[in-house]
DNA sequence: CGGAATCCCACGAGATACTG
DNA sequence: CAGTATCTCGTGGGATTCCG
């Protein structure tokens, strides 16, 4: 396979607006894509509409409180998710976190990663088998 | 929006996938998305072929020749990249990298979540001011 | 030229305990 | 319930020096 020139052309627009003077926030967003629980998180917001703290920590057994908490604040700062708190204290405080349609958007804009490492994941792990067994012999 | 069905069922078998005990290779290589260099390094070879260490370094003038050497190792190891030692020593060593066709379709697969930040980078700007400014009141 | 070795810092992440 | 507060660790990443 080779590349074609209207997709090298395209990449080309793509890793000037990659590099500009807002390298940090673009590439801060990427981050989201490789964090270990952003994708967790949108996705069960993504499928399951609206949740609560205590609702997320079940949806995600091995996530800390900490590290769901942290989670939650870094897609909302991004606009990822939305975060309404109802100022309620009894019974218990009431917090809800959803998607917004930037995180709507997000979501299907990364299907086409995902299927992609999910279609070659045996490829992934052959050529990490062989570069292990390079390194050794 | 909202996300349609066909998208929901999508997305959990994406997530079953995500999660099963392959879970740390296949983050392993979305880690790929959101690393610092491995973007610039991918893109770079796709665009313009088959390239020596030192060109890379060109190419790329804020990366260190420590953090070239590194990504390209975890781009190899995962078949993202091809790596060509010519075994010579003089006048001078010659290595040359090249992105493999698992590395041109990754290329391919991240243009959509590239698109979408880039056409969404005002928003995130916005989000994260307007984050600021309400930590602040 | 193509690295490896060493030192350093920042930050994601886990574990645990505590609070209004 | 919905968080903070600490502590610790591992790893990405930068700077610098040295080598065949």
Known sequence: MKLAKAQ???FSAICEALSDEDDDLKRGILAHAGNRWSLGV???????GTLRHAELIRALPKITQRMLTLTLRRLERDGLISRHDYQQKTPHPRVEYGLTTLGESMLLNMLPLWNWIIENSAAFRQSRDDF?????G
């Open 132 to 136: 292990a067994a390079r390194e050794l």
């Open 42 to 48: 949108v996705y069960t917001l993504g499928t399951r």
């Open 8 to 10: 090298i052309a395209q």
